[in-house]
């Protein structure tokens, strides 16, 4: 059934995109056989692990990389899901950085490290985070993409 | 630089080998190769699959108690640079492989040898307690042995002849 939604959304997504093959990741984040492959690229739903008020979060376009946005890269996104008070609204149009995601990202050691779900953090034009707590483990590939300041909030660094 | 260990199969991973995954709960799993990583994916427990070390120290297949373990504890402590130290370190983690090894071998040896001498006293057992089975009391009291005594038996030659041979 997966496979038939990801084929039809393969068909719509050639319309939106122009020919890319991976589909996969689309709808829901929610699913636990994580195909560890797939770039996080427009229509891709995130979740947002700090308290700017986000819940979900939609990327609109992934700035940077022809095929998505990987761990580190920032992407534009929209919210779809947000809580009732927060200091952002549901429909706004954000800037996220990717903190957490199922694909692999090659370590200068050699090595690969992947997470268990695709998570994102809000942070506004400069690149400085909206909300004052991050959750979860967050990688040190953001120090070499300047987001440090999203290193200091974190509890866990992986 | 760190040699880690295998989650799932206990093996060293080397520097730029294997996956690591990091769950949520900021638990950190490595793998050695995708054998592994597809094994946990699996959802499959290390210590009920067969080939893992963490099942052969379980089921005593090899050995678990050991003053060489001692030596590989992880240290969390950086050491200050001194080559004096690290060419000892060197020196002794090839003479500790060789103790180890030589000993984890000894372990497996032992275990296998172990069965014989069990088979023996078994058998001994079952003669003395079933002898009764092939020899008759009243025979056993004459002839205290537990040997069964040898019976030869003529077999003409013109009889062997004739039998046809069984295919």
């Known amino acids: 059934m997966a496979a038939s939604l990801a084929s039809k959304w393969s068909r719509v997504g050639r319309s939106f995109l122009g020919g890319l093959d991976h589909k996969l990741s689309g709808f829901l984040s929610t699913s636990h056989e994580a195909c560890s492959n797939s770039f996080s690229q427009m229509r891709t739903v995130l979740k947002v692990v700090d308290n700017s008020g986000a819940k979900k979060v939609m990327c609109i376009q992934a700035l940077k990389g022809k095929k998505g946005a990987r761990l580190g890269d920032t992407i534009v996104a929209s919210v779809k899901e947000a809580h009732p008070n927060g200091k952002v609204k549901k429909g706004k149009v954000v800037y996220g950085v990717v903190v957490r995601a199922a694909m692999q990202r090659g370590r200068c050691d050699g090595s690969e490290v992947k997470f268990d779900d695709n998570v994102v953090v809000l942070v506004d034009k400069q690149g400085q985070p909206i909300g004052t707590r991050v959750f979860g483990p967050i990688p040190h590939e953001l120090r070499k993409k300047k987001h440090v300041k999203i290193l200091t909030l974190a509890k866990h660094i992986a | ?167």
């Open chain 2, 1 to 167: 630089m760190r040699i880690e260990k295998c989650w799932f199969c206990s093996s060293t991973v080397y520097p730029g080998h294997g996956i690591q995954f990091v769950r949520n709960d900021a638990k950190i799993f490595r793998f050695c190769r995708s054998k592994c990583h597809k094994n946990f994916k699996m959802k499959r427990n290390p210590r009920k699959v067969k080939w893992t070390k963490a099942y052969r120290r379980l089921h005593g297949k090899d050995m678990t108690q050991d003053s060489t373990f001692e030596f590989e504890r992880k240290r969390n402590r950086p050491e200050r640079y001194d080559r004096n130290l690290t060419e000892n370190t060197l020196k002794a983690i090839k003479t500790i492989d060789k103790v180890r090894s030589r000993r984890e071998a000894k372990h497996i040896e032992t275990r296998k040898k172990g069965k014989k001498a069990q088979l023996m006293r078994e058998a001994v057992k079952e003669l003395e307690q079933s002898i009764s089975l092939v020899k008759a009391p009243s025979v056993l009291k004459e002839d205290k042995s537990y040997t069964l005594p040898k019976i030869k038996v003529k077999v003409s030659q013109a009889e062997a002849k004739n039998q046809p041979m069984e295919e």
